[in-house]
C-alpha cells in the first residue's frame, strides 16, 4: 500500500512563528502536493513539485513556501504564522500520470 | 483546468443505490475523472478513475457519456460507514497532473 505520513496530526503555534510542516512518501513518487483544506471551500493547492528542487505554485501561494530536496520528502513553509493560516494542511503524492495519495492531514492552529 | 459541479449534500438510506452526478462541460481530451472519498479529519481516499464508458470496481461504478460533460458515481447500497464527502476531479494526464477540488458532495446514509 501506498503510504504518504505527514509529521503531525495536529500542531499549535503563535502569530509570526516559522512552521514546517514535512510529507514522506515510500513509493518513489514524482509528484508532491500541498493543500489546505477549510469548511465551506474544499481543498485548495497551495504548492505542488514534479520532480526534487522543483516546484510550482498553486491557488494560494501566497505566505508560503516550499522544499524538495529529496525525492520522498515534501516540506511546506510558513515563514510566518499568521491567524489566517489556521486550516487543516494535506500532503499528497502521486506518480506520473496516475492519481493522487493523500496523507492523514496536520491540523494547523495559529494563535 | 476544467471545473467541476456537483451537488452540495444528498440523503440516503441503508441499502440504497446512490448515484452522485458531476458536470465538467470544459473537460479537455486529455483529462480523466477521478472521484475521492473524504471521512472528517482524513485525508480523501480515492474511490475510482475513468475517461470514458463505464468503470467498475469493488467499490463503485463510474459511468461517463460519450461527450465526457458529465460523470455519475454510482454507491450498490449503502451503508452508515459510507456517509462522508465525495469529490469529483478532473484531471490532465500531461505530467503533473493537477486537480482542482471543488467542495464536494456530503452524503448522509441514514438508518
Known amino acids: 500500500d501506498v503510504k504518504v505520513t505527514q509529521s503531525s496530526r495536529y500542531l499549535v503555534k503563535r502569530t509570526g512563528e516559522k512552521v514546517f510542516l514535512e510529507c514522506v512518501q515510500d513509493?518513489?513518487?514524482?509528484?508532491m502536493f500541498w493543500y489546505r483544506q477549510d469548511p465551506g471551500l474544499g481543498l485548495r493547492l497551495i504548492y505542488f513539485?514534479?520532480?526534487?528542487?522543483?516546484?510550482e505554485k498553486g491557488d494560494i501561494p501566497e505566505g508560503y513556501s516550499v522544499s524538495r530536496e529529496k525525492k520522498e520528502r515534501f516540506s511546506l513553509i510558513l515563514e510566518s504564522a499568521s491567524t489566517n493560516q489556521t486550516s487543516m494542511y494535506l500532503c499528497?503524492?502521486?506518480?506520473?500520470?496516475?492519481?493522487?495519495?493523500f496523507g492523514p492531514g496536520t491540523r494547523l492552529t495559529v494563535l | 483546468l476544467a471545473k467541476t459541479t456537483q451537488p452540495i449534500s444528498m440523503d440516503s438510506y441503508e441499502g440504497q443505490e446512490v448515484n452522485i452526478t458531476c458536470s465538467h462541460n470544459?473537460?479537455?481530451?486529455?483529462?480523466?475523472i477521478t472521484w475521492y472519498q473524504q471521512f472528517p479529519s482524513q485525508g480523501p481516499r480515492f474511490i475510482i478513475q475513468?475517461?470514458?464508458t463505464k468503470v467498475t470496481n469493488e467499490v463503485a461504478s463510474l459511468f461517463i457519456p460519450a461527450d465526457r460533460k458529465s460523470s455519475t458515481l454510482s454507491l450498490p447500497r449503502v451503508s452508515l460507514s459510507d456517509t462522508a464527502v465525495y469529490y469529483c476531479?478532473?484531471?490532465?494526464?500531461?505530467?503533473?497532473?493537477?486537480?482542482?477540488f471543488g467542495t464536494g458532495t456530503r452524503l448522509k446514509v441514514l438508518a
Open positions: 499528497a503524492s502521486s506518480p506520473l500520470r496516475d492519481t493522487q495519495y
Open positions: 513509493m518513489d513518487h514524482e509528484n
Open positions: 513539485s514534479y520532480d526534487v528542487k522543483m516546484k
Open positions: 470544459n473537460i479537455a481530451t486529455n483529462d480523466y
Open positions: 475513468g475517461y470514458k
Open positions: 476531479l478532473v484531471g490532465d494526464i500531461a505530467g503533473t497532473y493537477k486537480y482542482i
